[in-house]
């Protein structure tokens, strides 16, 4: 029999090293290349938009150690509220309800943030999100199962490199440089107008400057 696992909050001043090391687990499994270390973790932890770790996420215990993290917060995007979940589930622990646990702790822990006032300005629509992968088994029957639709795909192109690289110019007048601190509010003040127009854009925060530029 599969021990049981349990739901608690997520400690800012213990956790990071066991939840970097799981997500990076999950990832690689799953075949993503973001594969935190404690720092990277805790700088997007740390500097996320509507986002408190202590409070906003849970962790799945089995015989005390991590077997998945979930994640929420939310954003205002395109006239209503998004709130975003991210999940990760230890391999050798899915098909047991980890997942399900987690996701629906998300869920209520949103609904309870918007009737308190901290969810968002409560005149706005609002609905809940991630993203998932049909590759990973369990992924789409887990967003169905709760009442999620698809609404956007993402692709990922990629091209060998065992063949030479085209020499393409850049057009008269450009060039690439290196970047120098002080020109770093430029390049995000640019970035966000380039962005205005994109998929349901978000507020941009001062928060989301320094998780940019401060990335370790």
Known sequence: MSAPFRLRPFDPARDY??????????????????LPTPEILRHEFEHSANFRPAMD??????DRAAAGVVTA?????????????????????????????LLAWAEAHEVDRVRSGDGGPVDLAHEIGGGGDPAIPGSSQ?????????????????????????????????AVRPVAPDEHRRIWEA??????????????????????????
Request: hydrophobic share 40%.
């Open 17 to 34: 090293p066991a939840a970097a090391s799981l997500v990076s687990a999950v990832n690689e499994h799953d075949g993503y290349d973001w």
């Open 57 to 62: 996420a849970r962790v799945a215990e089995v």
């Open 73 to 101: 917060e939310w954003r205002a995007r395109a006239g209503k509220i998004v709130h975003h979940v991210e999940l990760w589930v230890a391999p050798a622990h899915r098909g047991r309800g980890v997942g399900s646990a």
């Open 142 to 174: 887990l967003a169905a199962k709760r009442g999620y639709a698809v609404v956007r795909h993402w692709m990922e192109l990629r091209r060998t490199l065992d063949g030479p690289i085209p020499d393409v110019p850049l057009p008269s007048g450009l």
């Open 191 to 216: 970035d966000v107008e380039a962005f205005r127009d994109h998929w349901e854009a978000s507020e941009r925060t001062e928060q989301d400057f320094e998780r940019w530029f401060h990335d370790p």
